[in-house]
């Protein structure tokens, strides 16, 4: 099934087929003409001409501008003029057509647009890659967007992308060059929502082999396939309609609550949000307690929750005493300068 599809979209970047098709026409046809030129010039040559001369000949023929012959031409020379004629004219004309085709049909434009995306995506750094560009997907990415963050888009489907101005790739996102050219090097997520769960298991092997570090988040479209995108590196796997409709219980049953955090999270117009704070090596607050630190006065932000290191459980509401020590997370909730100014005193 894997190797069908795979077969099916197997160009990298799919969606601009025609137009390095078209620029490899006028490469083409700029080489043919180079070399009618040169066998020109050389035949002109041969013929007795000087080098100047055989070159000026050769313009005026392949061009047909009428001009007279630099010098009287023998039978041979005559022949060879004739040649070079029919063959100018040919590849003249090839030219031009290849040149009108591309401009009317926007596949030089589009080979230029291209050529932009592709320096931009790769000036990223810190960027979200997004497989798969259906309701999830765009979800995903109007969210990320809406929150500074920059993302790329991959999706095979090319009427997905029309019109879409965030860096994207119109690829397969099974094969590991697709992936390589939206900069997983230096992506900081990647989040796989793929129409079949096979797919999606298959991506998140082949990005987890190329960045182990990466955080993978996986779209299950079934509570069984949940825990093999986990066992295939998902850092975290996520069914859309279980948490659908987990949060719809959660608005019948706490609906002030279930608003506050979803307004937190998700609502961009207010400031304030939930915020994650890892404390880096040689931080200064490193084994110090947090009654000690007094992170509320010193930043105004609440601390909601700790993680311990190397994703270690969750710690609710920690007490005064809990000591903090590097690669330790610190969940908060705070504004802008809230946040800002706890991660700094945090990271120094």
Known sequence: MLTSKSNRRRSLLGGVDSARSAVNRIGFAVLALGAVMVVGAIGYVVLGFTPLEAMYQTVTTVATVGFREVRPLTTAGQVFTMVLILLGVGVVLYNLGVIVEALTEGHLRAHLERRHMDRSIAALRGHIIICGYGRVGRAAAAQ????????????SDESRLVGLTTPHLQGNALDDATLRAAGIAQARALIVALDTDTDTVYVTLSARALRPDLVIISRARTVDAKEKMVLAGATRAVNPQLIGGRRMASFALHRDVAEFLDVVMHDEDIDYRIDQIRIPEGSSVSGRAIGELDLFQRSGAQVLGLRLPDRGRFVANPPPD???????TVIALGDSAQISTLSGFLGS
């Open 144 to 155: 990320l967007i809406a929150t500074g963050n920059d993302v790329v888009v991959i999706d």
């Open 322 to 328: 809990t000591v903090l020590s590097a690669g330790m």
